[in-house]
């Protein structure tokens, strides 16, 4: 037996998956979009952070730039003597912090003045870093990182100094690098990123948060990935923000030097709150997918309920019960289905009552069958005695059957020539109605296509009656376009007579009024000759439009005179209509005709040379009557068997319940 399953548990197999699928692919999309928001967020958040660090270096060393800038400009004022220059870096000892060992100044001859209480110490004056730098510009400018004697790194701001004496001075200010680096390490805005400072020149890194690696080159053959792909990014010149072993880096170049800012933070701290989120989206879908079983739950069952009892109806059908009531009240397609069950029911019902009133009629034909079986038997014998007087007669018959026989032959010669004239007559007639038929249609297409005509003059007319509107327009504007011009002349003369007045400073106007008169004086001219032209096509346009009204008159009267030949070739198809009708009727009157008087000839023909058979078919009509006799009483025999079988489909029927 096949396993049956209900309509519920199927739907639920069916939907559940696509629900179940259909969140997860929903949830992963909204994982995907947050975690590249929140890398974009990330990254957006990296480079404000960098840009804040790179403004406030660029401050920094601004500032402390314009500070030196300054006391140059001072040393410079003032022209001091190599005594007076002493005592003017001791004024200027320990006034900023961030140059702890104040100013200093080397000449080309190797000397070095510098502040009493300064610690600095140079062996090599012309060889050293700063002063090489210095020596390139005059402006106080900061060099590359290097070095110093006291094994600290530093960058200097030098530049010439110009007292007015023989010889060349370079005037400079050591800044450390330690400030730079506490900027770099404190400044980063995003929590758990990082930052280094490195100078493009010689790829020293300057500040970094390992104080190992400060001072040391950044190269792309790096043991550290990190620092390998910065050093290759800054090689190309390339400082897009991008991702680099697992960090997010973005690149900031530092204005007025040469040194770039690298920041960074690991991806993975960045994606530790998208991946937080994705959980809980993946819970939230879980709990989703819950609601929505139970949701689906409910309303299958709510659904698929009517379904049941349908289905306990059509089982209580097949075992017979009509009894049965469908619900049928809801207004969907179940309430359809029941409708119908229900008028499938009282139809079964309507049937069976028939079924069973038409068994209970053939019980009855069947008694009248064996009381009709009775009545032929005696009527067999009467039928018996008949044909002994049937013999007598026929002897008499025979006689008048031969004349009969002679007259018939003679009317079917002439029917037969009858009927010939008549099928030549009705083949022509036939002929008549197509042509005539065809020249009908032929006419209604005329008609057709005279209106059609008809309408396309009539839209011609508004056509040119729209262009003659049209044309009235372009009148007027040419009109207002002569009006202007004389305006325009009336002004060039005005304007010549008050360059006349102004002498020689109106000779130029004069020549622009002279103009105008001639362009007002040409727009004139084409102003009437477009009027010259226009008149012309509106006279055009008006013989134009009277003779399309007169091939509208003359379209209207053909498609009156089609009508009336339409109507007159209606009036004869419809006569010869009528005519064929008749024919035909004719035709069929003498094929009638034809057909009895053959008829006749040949039953009266057949009843003269068989007059003695029907004296030995009157003999075996004895024997048939005999035959009957015995039959009838099988007829009896069969009503009784219908009778049975009346019975029998009254017990089927009574199996149903109605």
């Known amino acids: 037996m096949k396993k049956t399953r209900t309509i519920s548990s199927k739907l639920l197999t069916y939907i559940i998956p696509v629900v179940v699928v259909t969140v997860l692919v929903l949830v992963t999309i909204a994982a995907s979009i947050s975690k590249n928001r929140m890398s974009e967020m990330a990254t957006e958040t990296l480079e404000s952070s960098i840009s804040n660090q790179a403004d406030n270096i660029e401050a920094w060393l601004s500032e402390?730039?314009?500070?030196?800038?300054?006391?140059?400009?001072?040393?410079?004022?003032?022209?001091?003597?190599?005594?007076?220059?002493?005592?003017?870096?001791?004024?200027?000892?320990?006034?900023?912090?961030?140059?702890?060992?104040g100013f200093y100044i080397g000449t080309s001859d190797g000397k070095l003045f510098k502040a009493t209480d300064s610690a600095m110490a140079e062996g090599d004056v012309l060889g050293s870093t700063w002063y090489k730098q210095g020596i390139t510009r005059v402006d106080m400018a900061y060099g590359t990182a290097y070095t110093n004697d006291s094994g600290e790194t530093v960058i200097s701001a030098t530049g010439i100094l110009?007292?007015?004496?023989?010889?060349?001075?370079v005037m400079g200010a050591d800044v450390s690098l330690n400030k730079i680096s506490i900027i770099v390490n404190s400044g980063v805005k995003m929590q758990d990123a990082s930052s280094f400072l490195v100078d493009t020149n010689d790829f020293k890194i300057l500040a970094h948060r390992d104080f190992n690696i400060v001072n040391t080159t950044l190269s792309t053959s790096s043991s550290d990935p990190l620092l390998a792909g910065a050093a290759q990014s800054i090689a190309n010149e390339d400082y897009s923000s991008k991702e680099i072993n697992k960090n997010m880096v973005t690149f900031a170049k530092i204005a007025g030097t040469d040194w770039v800012l690298v920041s960074y933070i690991p991806t993975s701290l960045i994606l530790s709150s998208v991946n937080q989120m994705g959980m809980i989206l993946f819970a939230v879908g879980a709990v989703a997918i819950i609601l929505i079983i139970l949701l689906i739950l409910y309303v299958v069952k709510?659904?698929?309920?009517?379904?049941?009892?349908?289905?306990?109806?059509?089982?209580?059908?097949?075992?017979?019960?009509?009894?049965?009531?469908?619900?049928?009240?809801?207004?969907?397609?179940?309430?359809?289905?029941?409708?119908?069950?229900?008028?499938?029911?009282?139809?079964?019902?309507?049937?069976?009552?028939?079924?069973?009133?038409?068994?209970?009629?053939?019980?009855?034909?069947s008694d009248n069958s064996d009381r009709v079986s009775k009545t032929m038997f005696e009527a067999s014998q009467s039928q018996a005695e008949a044909m002994k007087q049937l013999n007598e007669t026929v002897d008499q018959l025979a006689t008048a059957v031969n004349d009969i026989a002679a007259n018939a032959t003679t009317l079917a010669q002439v029917v037969a020539d009858t009927r010939d004239n008549s099928d030549k007559a009705h083949e022509s007639m036939k002929d008549t109605v197509v042509i005539s038929q065809k020249g009908r249609d032929d006419?209604?297409?005329?008609?057709?296509?005279?209106?059609?005509?008809?309408?396309?003059?009539?839209?011609?007319?508004?056509?040119?009656?729209?262009?003659?509107?049209?044309?009235?327009?372009?009148?007027?504007?040419?009109?207002?376009?002569?009006?202007?011009?004389?305006?325009?002349?009336?002004?060039?003369?005005?304007?010549?007579?008050?360059?006349?007045?102004?002498?020689?400073?109106?000779?130029?106007?004069?020549?622009?009024?002279?103009?105008?008169?001639?362009?007002?004086?040409?727009?004139?001219?084409?102003?009437?000759?477009?009027?010259?032209?226009i008149d012309e096509v509106r006279r055009l346009i008006g013989d134009a439009v009277g003779q399309a009204n007169a091939s509208a008159d003359s379209i209207r009267e053909n498609s009156e005179l089609i009508n009336v030949a339409v109507g007159t070739f209606d009036q004869i198809y419809n006569n010869i209509q009528e005519s064929n009708g008749l024919i035909e009727a004719m035709i069929e009157d003498v094929q009638k005709v034809d057909d009895v008087a053959t008829n006749v000839a040949a039953i009266s023909e057949e009843q003269a040379a068989s007059a003695d058979e029907i004296l030995a078919t009157s003999e075996n009509m004895v024997e048939m009557a005999n035959n009957i006799t015995k039959s009838s009483q099988d007829v009896a025999d069969n009503s009784h068997e219908l009778?049975?079988?009346?019975?029998?489909?009254?017990?089927?029927?009574?199996?149903?319940k109605i």
């Open 64 to 101: 402390n730039l314009k500070y030196f800038g300054t006391v140059k400009h001072m040393v410079e004022a003032q022209k001091p003597d190599d005594t007076e220059l002493v005592q003017i870096l001791d004024t200027f000892y320990g006034y900023n912090s961030n140059s702890p060992n």
């Open 302 to 365: 709510k659904v698929v309920a009517p379904l049941g009892h349908i289905s306990e109806n059509i089982t209580a059908m097949s075992e017979g019960d009509f009894t049965i009531e469908v619900d049928h009240s809801s207004n969907d397609e179940i309430g359809v289905m029941g409708s119908k069950v229900t008028e499938f029911v009282a139809s079964m019902r309507n049937m069976l009552s028939h079924i069973s009133q038409e068994s209970d009629k053939l019980q009855e034909e």
């Open 162 to 169: 110009n007292d007015g004496q023989d010889g060349i001075k």
């Open 443 to 533: 006419m209604e297409r005329l008609s057709v296509a005279m209106d059609g005509i008809s309408d396309a003059n009539e839209r011609l007319v508004d056509s040119i009656n729209k262009v003659g509107s049209a044309s009235e327009e372009i009148t007027n504007i040419v009109g207002m376009i002569s009006e202007i011009a004389e305006e325009t002349n009336l002004l060039s003369l005005n304007a010549s007579i008050e360059a006349a007045r102004a002498g020689e400073a109106g000779k130029g106007f004069a020549v622009v009024a002279t103009q105008i008169a001639k362009l007002a004086q040409t727009s004139a001219e084409s102003a009437n000759s477009i009027s010259s032209l």
């Open 643 to 656: 009778a049975g079988t009346s019975q029998t489909l009254t017990s089927y029927v009574q199996k149903f």
